[in-house]
């Protein structure tokens, strides 16, 4: 009985690693905006779904399925756009000009599907990935990423890219050194929703339909990816973790989330406590350098120390 | 050359929080002029330096650099005429990138920014002579964060940064009263060795009145949003502390009530 258990983990283990490979690429948009912007993007949850929205009515009416993903992409890189118009020439704070994109975006895709959810199936059409052919949908997720992180990494190497990582550090230098930080910072938004929208896209073909709740907690599953992908990546790399390898760990962070994901649902885990568990992994992740680096240097050790 | 022209600025218009900072400021800067501008708290020194940077907008007057009004560009594009280096070390560079990348994009500053390579090798071959000028010995870490430097250093940096390409105009902002007095002296040394060298016209904001009357060729005293003195040439070649302290008495008719001034 247990034997079979353990092969029913080791069955579901390459589902997780396609899973968390087309979520990586979610996790490196959010990469972008949370890591090199320093900006708190809660669009995410609504262009997942839109990315998804957008690529399973197209591929309904007929699209071809590779085509619908630059469709995806492009939605994407519009939601971004409003948030950072919101944001900048309306002065509305990070959080909450995404999250009234992200609200709108809601209804937005509603609208889109007609309902609140749509399936497109792998035997009617030729889909880019499903859950159908895993080892296919491995290769593909791989190719996406290297791809992806390839044309990022040249992108940041160039002017208008130093323009964002300048930004994210330092606005008021970069105004200084004669940079629109408005423009970097929408610029940047567009950049990381546009590839959220390529990976709900991604996601929908992968399970078969797209739903108006496919991104609820996205952003949380992002920011789990970002930094145990940092934590991961450092801890192998240390100084030497460059920013390829940076986008790398963020993709490999997804990859650990869900392999994490599918092992404590293995242990029993109710599949309703999912994003209750997602939520206590981010605050851990979280907390922990900052509780190290406060029990290294406490007060009560200062004292203890004066006391000697 | 710059020519301020009767700029006023009232922050929190309409507010009990309400202060006018600058009152009908006017100064015009000839080339190669080097101007210091000393005064209490609160005088409209930093006002008057943010007011020329573009930080915000003036609420009247008009600010000229070689003739054309600037009054109406943002910061940014602004910046294309201007160096600047502020009070804050921690605010002239971005920490979490590269020596080598910061000064990329000072370089770059007042130029369309493309999708060419943010920097060159042969631009990382120029920067490394430059850094040699500094005497630091960041040319051999060019690689390293910026927030791995000290305030010095990276004030120096700032400084280049500033320069790299000449500004009509280098505006220093109390550039060195974070730092401690000996690395103080040394940034205020290569500051006058970069205006020298490379002619530039600046202004200077500082707290110290000593520094104030041994720099530059022009002083200037801001009292309450206004210019109150304005000493060149000759005279300010003569110039002492105890001068300074007894016209400004003279014309605001109150002590010089300032402990950091007078002390250091």
Redesign the interface.
Known sequence: MFDLEILDLFRAMPGSVAQGLIWGIMAIGVFITYKILNFADLTVDGTLGLGGAVAVMLILAGCPPYLVLIASFISGILAGLITGVLHTLLGIPDILAGILTQIALYSINLNIMGKSNQAVSVDQYDLVVSLRYISEAIMVGVIFLIIIIALLYWYFGTEQGYTIRCTGCNENMSRAQGISTGKAKVIGLALSNGLVGLSGALIAQYQGNADVNMGRGAIVIGLAAVIIGEVIGTAIFGKYMNFALKLLFAAIGAIIYYLVITFVLWLGLPSDNMKLFSAIVVALFLAVPYLKNKYNTSFAKAAKKGAE | MLEIKNICKTFNKGTVNEKVALRGVSLTLNDGDFVTVIGGNGAGKSTMLNAV?GVWPIDSGSILLDGVNVAGLP???R??Y?G?V?QDP????????EIQ?NL???V????S???????TKKEKQQFKEMLKQLDLGLEDRMTSKVGLLSGGQRQALTLL?ATIQKPKLLLLDEHTAALDPKTAAKVLELSDKIIAENQLTAMMVTHNMNDAITHGNRLVMMSEGQIVLDIGGEEKKKLTVEDLLQKFEQVSGEKFANDQALLS
Not at chain 2, 113 to 119: A, D, E, N, Q, Y
């Open positions: 940077a910061e940014h594009k910046a294309k201007l600047r502020f921690m605010n002239g560079t971005a920490a979490t990138m990348e990329a994009i000072a770059r500053r007042g130029k920014r493309t999708l060419r390579p943010g920097i940064m």
